[in-house]
């Protein structure tokens, strides 16, 4: 029972305690009481099984959960006391560079992130000190590198230009088509681009870029000019899809170009929050230069992360999944779910309230915008109606030159069975007829600096 200035307090007590005030508590409680305020102040949050603005996972068997509880103590970093968690990544890593058809005999090389954030910007760091090593070998000018990626990029890659100091190439969207295609590239690329990011499982539609004709155009352009310029594919969401549902497509290693892949474990991976993977083709792609060695944990180890200590619950999540699902289980789980979605889209469809963005359904995101007949109601009213049955869905602008399109987009997770969906679909359908009959009032939300709103990772 907890002590509040010498009095004793009730379980119903403890629930009721205030916890508003925002400097440092100077009393101690109970563990009960701390539990139950703590609790009790998430009630209110949304349910992450209903939130499918997010990619990330939220469902994973009783069984790793118990692996990653019991492994929640476990620092990765430290790979002198525990080898066996870094072991276990670094097969992973193998793993992936062979699942996403890395060249045989050469040494791959990669590691184990937060998430596909952090993936990114270490792939990003790599293409920029090769980049730069081979300038300067070169005798040539290294003080203005660019990236080039389309206006359909996570935020992720514009941090990492800003971050890190490298020009933003970023080819504009338009109505129609959100994906970066290889048309305008001329104008983009030149001697100074570090790499060309191109995705799998877009964050807006969920899809494709035009991987192949941007590859093919980069070898023409270095027929023509003499510059080799390698390409990244950020593969988030559709690392952990495309392999097992897709594979005689070549979005990998396949193609030469492809210097580097990151994917994220949280999301398609299929593992609780936060994991992601960066693969590079072979060892020396990743910059010598920016592995550091340290010895204050215990013996000497290499650490080349921009996060330093972690939880290595996630890693053995991971290796609970790969180790249980192997290729059938995944193939199975993404079948199921993009039939899931293409149900949603076709129910949706039907219903004559929306336009499907995605022409190509590759990873089970569905995009929509409202026909122009409905003119008294907007994508924002909709996610704000279907909001009352517990539903989240993104809604938001697309970005420029896209930026006349509203977009109202459902990720449809692995946990969702076929009931739930069409449930889904049932509200969304009740919310546009109800919008359709009284109108609405919601306004895209602003966002600080350039007022548009972004898509949930
Ligand atoms: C294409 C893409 N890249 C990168 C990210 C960032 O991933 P994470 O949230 O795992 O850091 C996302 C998140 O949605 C994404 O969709």
Not at 82 to 91: D, F, G, N, T
Not at 119 to 127: E, I, P, V
Not at 210 to 234: C, F, G, N, R
């Amino acid at each position: 029972m907890s002590k509040i200035q010498g009095q004793d307090l009730t379980p119903y007590e403890e629930y009721q305690l205030d916890f508003s005030g925002d400097d440092f508590p100077d009393r101690e409680l109970t563990p009960r009481a701390a539990h139950a305020v703590i609790e009790s102040a998430m009630w209110t949050d949304a349910n992450p099984m209903l939130n499918l603005s997010s990619f990330v996972t939220t469902f994973m068997e009783p069984e790793a959960r118990d692996l990653m509880s019991k492994h929640a103590h476990v620092n990765y970093i430290d790979h002198d006391m525990y080898p066996k968690s870094y072991h276990m990544e670094q097969r992973m890593v193998q793993m992936l560079h062979s699942l996403w058809n890395g060249p045989k005999g050469v040494e791959p090389y990669g590691t184990a992130c937060v998430g596909s954030s952090e993936a990114c910007m270490l792939a990003g760091l790599a293409h920029k000190w090769n980049w730069r090593q081979a300038r300067e070998a070169a005798g040539k000018d290294a003080s203005r590198p660019n990236m080039v990626t389309g206006g359909n990029v996570q935020i992720v890659w514009k941090k990492f230009m800003k971050y890190f100091d490298v020009e933003p190439r970023i080819v504009p969207l338009k109505p129609g088509n959100y994906r970066l295609t290889a048309e305008e590239l001329d104008q983009y690329v030149d001697e100074n681009t570090i790499c060309v990011v191109a995705i799998v499982g877009q964050t807006f539609t969920g899809e494709d870029d035009e991987l192949q004709a941007i590859h093919d155009w980069l070898d023409d352009y270095e027929k023509k000019t003499d510059i080799s310029v390698p390409m990244h594919i950020d593969g988030a969401s559709g690392g952990f899809v495309h392999p097992f549902l897709y594979p005689d497509y070549k979005w990998d290693f396949r193609l030469p170009r492809v210097q580097s892949i990151n994917a994220s474990g949280h999301k398609f991976g299929l593992v609780l929050p936060g994991l992601g993977w960066v693969i590079f083709r072979e060892r020396k792609v990743f910059n010598e230069d920016l592995i550091f060695y340290v010895n204050y944990l215990g013996g000497e180890s290499a650490t080349a992360t921009l996060n330093f200590s972690r939880n290595a619950a996630q890693i053995i999540a991971q290796a609970y999944q790969f180790l249980r699902l192997g290729r059938p289980g995944y193939e199975r789980i993404m079948r199921l779910t993009v039939d899931n979605a293409e149900h949603l889209r076709e129910r949706l469809v039907e219903s004559g309230f929306f336009t499907i963005m995605n022409e190509t359904q590759s990873i089970p995101v569905v995009a929509l915008t409202l026909k122009d007949d409905f003119k008294n109601f907007s994508e924002f009213d909709i996610s704000s109606k279907v909001r009352e049955k517990g539903w989240v869905l993104s809604a938001y602008t697309m970005p420029p030159n896209a930026e006349t399109v509203n977009s109202l987009r459902v990720v449809v997770r692995p946990h969702l069975n076929r009931t739930v969906v069409n449930q889904l679909a049932d509200d969304i359908i009740a919310a546009c007829k109800h919008l359709a009959e009284h109108g609405g009032t919601a306004t895209p939300p602003e966002l600080h600096s350039h007022k548009k709103t972004a898509p949930k990772c």
